[in-house]
């Protein structure tokens, strides 16, 4: 059966996933896209359902069909491949780390927010703390994450919460203020504190730091967006770190 009225429940509820009171209530966000949907069913995530639109000619395994205008009711992109998955959000305690993490603080940019995990993923930092933070599961967040949403713990909580949970990890703290990170040799275990697109880390964060580090620039350019400077950091954190090995 197809379902074709943009009124129907299913799709209403659908739909609903990409704001963040829809998210909140029903505990779960979409996936969208063949490769994300795939990736997604190869992770631990558990998934809700898959819809597909109409014509859509891959894999339909445990899914509804939906019409064009009611698969366009659901979809948040502006080429749809025709295929979005509902899928359970995760509620991870906030708790120590096992190993080196990352705390975003105050990232208000969801796509920012996204591109942070999925570098994060890629280099090797699977647990990420956030305050105050964007929705790491809104639509556009999902998209920048490429899949490192699935591959990460994403611990949610307080400042205060989070701060507790790192206790004893020495803190990181990426400011335009610090020390040269190329040469600086960070501890075996740590924690990279990364501060808002507009106003940086929170003074509660920057209090508890145990080290300042910076990214040199030259010529005119006064900062790095915040996703990018994460990602120069995290790496270079990493190597320097294996280098004293």
Request: hydrophobic share 40%; aromatic share 6%; charged share 30%.
């Amino acid at each position: 059966m197809v379902i074709v009225s943009k009124q129907n429940p299913v799709v209403k509820a659908l739909a609903a996933l990409k704001e963040k009171k829809g998210r909140r209530e029903r505990g779960t966000f979409l996936v969208e896209g063949e490769k994300m949907v795939r990736e997604c069913r190869a992770s631990d995530m558990e998934i809700v359902l898959v819809a597909v639109r109409e014509d859509y000619e891959g894999e339909a395994e445990g899914t509804i069909v939906l019409g064009r205008d009611a698969f366009a009711a659901v979809s948040d992109e502006k080429t749809p491949q025709g295929v979005i998955a509902e899928v359970k959000i995760p509620h991870p305690a906030v708790a120590p780390p096992e190993k080196s993490c990352l705390l975003l603080d105050g990232l208000a940019d969801p796509a920012n927010v996204g591109a942070v995990i999925r570098t994060a993923a890629a280099a090797g930092y699977r647990e990420i703390y956030l305050a105050d933070c964007a929705d790491p599961y809104a639509p556009k967040s999902v998209r920048a994450s490429m899949s490192g949403v699935f591959y990460t713990k994403l611990m949610r909580g307080s400042r205060e919460e989070i701060l507790r949970a790192l206790e004893n990890v020495p803190m990181i703290a990426a400011d335009m203020g610090g020390e040269d990170v190329f040469p600086f040799v960070p501890p075996e275990k740590f924690c990279l504190c990364i501060g808002s697109e507009g106003s940086g880390l929170s003074d509660d964060v920057k209090k508890r730091a145990d080290f300042t580090v910076a990214i040199p620039m030259e010529g005119s350019v006064e900062s790095l967006n915040a996703a990018v400077s994460a990602g120069v950091l995290m790496y270079f954190l990493k190597k320097n770190k294996e280098s004293e090995l």
